[in-house]
């Protein structure tokens, strides 16, 4: 009996030591060297403690929208075992057949689906999903705030610990903060469409609604809130006048240079990554708050939207399972020292309080992330988003009503919808 | 493609030299001759023949890269022809070639006129006009935001001294793009290269007799150097409106096709179907469109060429 045993503890032993390790290819775009050199880091880790698995790190070109590299492995069927992909496109890669259903790899490991969705924010797990299934691990997220220069406001006579909290006062403010001389724009209060002020900004700020998934029906242009969120918007396009608006503007073309840390733009949207420039490039004696997006009395109060990226098996993956696994431990482990490092917000609650912890300023942005709206999960999420940019043009530079560009667009993007869901 | 090696038998009789057959080393010669080029050919075929042909069948189909081609008939170019942004682009397009051509043209041949003049520093000058050819696209167009930026740029402030309060350049849409076309002159070193070459070429005497004849230098122009001259402008005629048929870098890096799709290229339209939302169908119709209209302007170029090129010393 004994020697049975050696015998079979032998051989599993062996067998073991015999394995082949599984080589997995992981590409991603996080250039950035912070975030890469913190990748890195929860790879080297994961290999050491995953003897069975080596994991190769490709750092590939690709940009939200833009995934031709991607695409083109992956019908030559020379893609990578995991990628990087921005998650609001998650359902429309996964319908056109560009990703491997991860949650079928996860209940392999033998995961408890369920449980682990818990973990994440809902909107990420919303954004991952497609006909019910995950597709993918979120990783980091963003949410969106008013920065304002509090300087500025002094300069204008107005409380700098007061932060403009409707619609109205917004306004106000912007108006008061703005120095036209000799018909140059010297200095600007606000413009609605500056940094992350994007029509998703704009439109739940004042309560809208972009699709029903009930019935599976774009709706933005058949919502009063979102037609005068537009409205709004292009009222400030009259006053300053695009052209204006644009010379301004174009003074500050180029990567770290941002009217808003130059000190002459006085409010700004922007993402929660904007702390970082503004803590890099804003001059030492720079004052700045942060407060919730501005909204009318009908809309809705601390509104703000999240996007952020997720971690996929694209189609034709070598070794999908040894894939999931180590997705699996980047979009947890991974993930909280990921936030720690780059004060990324992450999707895992787990990761958060490591985060708070390691810049206290953070928490603000954390808070916000419970009720963060996400874009619409619809398989057609980036020609969505375009179809919205362009209808915004259209608005501002006047060369449509507001009702007229909303619903071309929404007829345009509700047909490759119709046709992408198989109801045509 | 023929079997490769080609067989034997028939093979020497279909090799023909002038109606006669092919001697044998000729046709050892040939094979070898094709050897050497096979390299090339197999590149041709596979990089550059093989794409063509394929992408002729997507413009037919429906087709997303990962899923397979759907063959959807005309529909492709009826789309095209109702797609408001599509029509856009295409005339922005020919704008583009409108101004691109002539201007090019103008602004090049003048340089290389000045590039001739017997100066003693000339080769410096002609340095100096040729060096910014050579800087990347990218570079320059950064450069050139700024340098018609409308409140700090350097044009606008040239145009204050004279009282003349410049335009917003490419915040207007009205003006965009022509600053793109102003600002391409920036690369005019190319062309007057050619051309400078070309009025080297003309041989003195034809001056010489000009002179004696007490001809203008508008005269000996007019008469003498655009004439001989031609050939290079054909040349530059069909490489220039090709090029700007297809301008992609400048209006992307400076505009990214704006404002309010003024600057909005064909083939930034195209390459937005094919790799943003990959659309490769729709943008596969949208490169043969391209295409034809392409060889349709330099079949015309060549057309009207019999008219106006001269080569010296040749009978007409």
């Given at each position: 009996?004994?020697k049975?045993?050696?015998i079979?503890?032998?051989?599993?032993?062996?067998?073991?030591?015999?394995?082949?390790?599984?080589?997995?290819?992981?590409?991603?775009?996080?250039?950035?060297?912070?975030?890469?050199?913190?990748?890195?880091?929860?790879?080297?880790?994961?290999?050491?403690?995953?003897?069975?698995?080596?994991?190769?790190?490709?750092?590939?070109?690709?940009?939200?929208?833009?995934?031709?590299?991607?695409?083109?492995?992956?019908?030559?069927?020379?893609?990578?075992?995991?990628?990087?992909?921005?998650?609001?496109?998650?359902?429309?890669?996964?319908?056109?057949g560009?990703?491997e259903?991860?949650?079928?790899y996860?209940?392999?490991?033998?995961?408890?689906?369920?449980?682990?969705?818990?973990?994440?924010?809902?909107?990420?797990?919303?954004?991952?999903?497609?006909?019910?299934?995950?597709?993918?691990?979120?990783?980091?997220?963003?949410?969106?705030?008013?920065?304002?220069?509090?300087?500025?406001?002094?300069?204008?006579?107005?409380?700098?610990?007061?932060?403009?909290?409707?619609?109205?006062?917004?306004?106000?403010?912007?108006?008061?903060l703005?120095?036209?001389?000799?018909?140059?724009?010297?200095?600007?209060?606000?413009?609605?469409?500056?940094?992350?002020?994007?029509?998703?900004?704009?439109g739940?700020?004042?309560?809208?609604?972009?699709?029903?998934?009930?019935?599976?029906?774009?709706?933005?242009?058949?919502?009063?809130k979102?037609?005068?969120?537009?409205?709004?918007?292009?009222?400030?396009?009259?006053?300053?006048?695009?052209?204006?608006?644009?010379?301004?503007?174009?003074?500050?073309?180029?990567?770290?240079?941002?009217?808003?840390l130059?000190?002459?733009?006085?409010m700004?949207?922007?993402?929660?990554?904007?702390?970082?420039?503004?803590?890099?490039?804003?001059?030492?004696?720079?004052?700045?708050?942060?407060?919730?997006?501005?909204?009318?009395?009908?809309?809705?109060?601390?509104?703000?939207?999240?996007?952020?990226?997720?971690?996929?098996?694209?189609?034709?993956?070598?070794?999908?399972?040894?894939?999931?696994?180590?997705?699996?431990?980047?979009?947890?482990?991974?993930?909280?020292?990921?936030?720690?490092?780059?004060?990324h917000?992450?999707?895992?609650?787990?990761?958060?309080?490591?985060?708070?912890?390691?810049?206290?300023?953070?928490?603000?942005?954390a808070?916000?992330?419970?009720?963060?709206?996400?874009?619409?999960?619809?398989?057609?999420?980036?020609?969505?988003?375009?179809?919205?940019?362009?209808?915004?043009?259209?608005?501002?530079?006047?060369?449509?009503?507001?009702?007229?560009?909303?619903?071309?667009?929404?007829?345009?993007?509700?047909?490759?919808?119709?046709?992408?869901?198989?109801?045509? | 493609?023929?079997?490769?090696?080609?067989?034997?038998?028939?093979?020497?009789?279909?090799?023909?030299?002038?109606?006669?057959?092919?001697?044998?080393?000729?046709?050892?010669?040939?094979?070898?001759?094709?050897?050497?080029?096979?390299?090339?050919?197999?590149?041709?075929?596979?990089?550059?023949?093989?794409?063509?042909?394929?992408?002729?069948?997507?413009?037919?189909?429906?087709?997303?890269?990962?899923?397979?081609?759907?063959?959807?008939?005309?529909?492709?170019?009826?789309?095209l022809?109702?797609?408001?942004?599509?029509?856009?682009?295409?005339?922005?397009?020919?704008y583009?070639?409108?101004?691109?051509?002539?201007?090019?043209?103008?602004?090049?041949?003048?340089?290389a006129?000045?590039?001739?003049?017997?100066?003693?520093?000339?080769?410096?000058?002609?340095?100096?006009?040729?060096?910014?050819?050579?800087?990347?696209?990218?570079?320059?167009a950064?450069?050139?935001?700024w340098?018609?930026?409308?409140?700090?740029?350097?044009?606008?402030?040239?145009l204050?001294?004279?009282?003349?309060?410049?335009?917003?350049?490419?915040?207007?849409?009205?003006?965009?793009?022509?600053t793109?076309?102003?600002?391409?002159?920036?690369?005019?070193?190319g062309?007057?290269?050619?051309?400078?070459?070309?009025?080297?070429?003309?041989?003195?005497?034809?001056?010489?007799?000009?002179?004696?004849?007490?001809?203008?230098?508008?005269?000996?122009?007019?008469?003498?150097?655009?004439?001989?001259?031609?050939?290079?402008?054909?040349?530059?005629?069909?490489?220039?409106?090709?090029?700007?048929?297809?301008?992609?870098?400048?209006?992307?890096?400076?505009?990214?096709?704006g404002?309010?799709?003024?600057?909005?290229?064909?083939?930034?339209?195209?390459?937005?179907?094919?790799?943003?939302?990959?659309?490769?169908?729709?943008?596969?119709?949208?490169?043969?469109?391209?295409?034809?209209?392409?060889?349709?302007?330099t079949?015309?170029?060549?057309?009207?060429?019999?008219?106006?090129?001269?080569y010296?010393?040749?009978?007409?």
């Amino acid at each position: 009996m004994r020697k049975l045993l050696l015998i079979l503890t032998l051989i599993v032993l062996s067998t073991f030591a015999m394995a082949e390790v599984v080589e997995i290819v992981f590409w991603h775009n996080m250039s950035n060297p912070v975030d890469k050199k913190s990748i890195e880091e929860s790879v080297a880790k994961f290999n050491k403690t995953h003897p069975n698995i080596k994991v190769k790190v490709v750092l590939v070109p690709g940009t939200e929208t833009e995934v031709t590299k991607l695409m083109t492995a992956v019908a030559a069927g020379t893609g990578p075992d995991v990628y990087y992909l921005d998650r609001f496109t998650v359902a429309q890669r996964a319908h056109q057949g560009v990703l491997e259903c991860l949650e079928d790899y996860l209940v392999q490991l033998g995961v408890d689906v369920e449980k682990l969705k818990s973990k994440y924010f809902d909107f990420a797990i919303a954004e991952a999903t497609y006909n019910g299934k995950l597709y993918a691990l979120p990783w980091d997220t963003d949410v969106r705030v008013l920065y304002y220069n509090k300087k500025l406001f002094k300069k204008a006579g107005l409380d700098p610990d007061k932060p403009p909290v409707t619609i109205d006062e917004l306004d106000e403010y912007a108006e008061k903060l703005t120095i036209i001389k000799n018909g140059r724009i010297e200095q600007l209060g606000f413009i609605p469409w500056f940094g992350q002020g994007w029509h998703y900004t704009w439109g739940w700020a004042f309560g809208g609604k972009f699709y029903d998934e009930k019935t599976q029906k774009l709706c933005f242009a058949d919502d009063p809130k979102i037609i005068a969120s537009f409205k709004w918007q292009k009222k400030y396009a009259d006053k300053y006048g695009m052209k204006n608006i644009g010379a301004f503007q174009s003074a500050y073309t180029g990567a770290n240079l941002n009217p808003f840390l130059a000190g002459k733009l006085a409010m700004v949207v922007d993402g929660n990554w904007f702390l970082a420039q503004i803590r890099t490039f804003a001059p030492k004696d720079f004052e700045f708050g942060i407060a919730p997006i501005p909204y009318p009395v009908y809309g809705e109060a601390g509104s703000t939207w999240a996007g952020g990226w997720s971690l996929v098996i694209p189609k034709g993956a070598k070794h999908p399972k040894e894939a999931a696994e180590f997705i699996l431990y980047m979009a947890t482990e991974g993930q909280v020292k990921y936030a720690i490092d780059t004060y990324h917000l992450p999707t895992y609650k787990e990761a958060i309080p490591g985060l708070v912890e390691a810049d206290p300023m953070q928490k603000y942005f954390a808070e916000l992330l419970p009720k963060a709206h996400c874009r619409p999960v619809i398989p057609v999420g980036a020609l969505l988003w375009d179809k919205l940019t362009e209808a915004r043009d259209y608005i501002l530079w006047g060369k449509k009503t507001v009702e007229q560009a909303l619903r071309d667009a929404q007829e345009e993007v509700q047909e490759a919808l119709d046709k992408a869901l198989g109801k045509k | 493609m023929s079997p490769w090696p080609p067989p034997r038998g028939p093979f020497k009789s279909t090799l023909k030299i002038g109606g006669r057959k092919m001697r044998k080393y000729q046709r050892r010669n040939f094979v070898k001759g094709m050897l050497f080029i096979l390299p090339w050919l197999i590149g041709f075929a596979v990089f550059t023949a093989y794409p063509i042909i394929a992408s002729l069948y997507f413009s037919f189909t429906e087709y997303h890269v990962t899923t397979k081609p759907q063959w959807v008939g005309l529909e492709n170019y009826k789309k095209l022809f109702n797609d408001v942004l599509f029509l856009k682009s295409l005339t922005n397009t020919l704008y583009y070639v409108a101004g691109l051509v002539p201007i090019g043209l103008v602004v090049g041949l003048v340089l290389a006129l000045l590039l001739v003049q017997p100066l003693k520093e000339i080769v410096f000058y002609r340095g100096i006009i040729y060096f910014p050819s050579i800087v990347p696209a990218y570079a320059f167009a950064t450069i050139g935001i700024w340098f018609f930026h409308p409140y700090l740029g350097f044009i606008n402030h040239i145009l204050g001294f004279f009282g003349i309060d410049g335009p917003m350049w490419l915040s207007d849409e009205n003006w965009a793009k022509f600053t793109i076309i102003l600002l391409s002159q920036w690369g005019a070193g190319g062309t007057a290269l050619i051309y400078m070459a070309a009025i080297k070429d003309i041989p003195r005497e034809l001056y010489e007799a000009a002179i004696l004849d007490g001809a203008t230098r508008w005269q000996m122009f007019k008469k003498i150097t655009f004439p001989l001259i031609s050939p290079a402008t054909l040349y530059y005629l069909v490489i220039a409106t090709l090029g700007a048929l297809q301008i992609f870098d400048l209006p992307q890096i400076m505009t990214g096709g704006g404002p309010a799709n003024s600057t909005l290229s064909y083939v930034m339209y195209l390459y937005r179907h094919a790799f943003t939302y990959v659309n490769m169908g729709y943008a596969s119709a949208m490169a043969w469109i391209l295409f034809i209209i392409s060889m349709f302007l330099t079949f015309l170029i060549f057309k009207t060429s019999k008219r106006w090129v001269f080569y010296y010393g040749a009978r007409r």
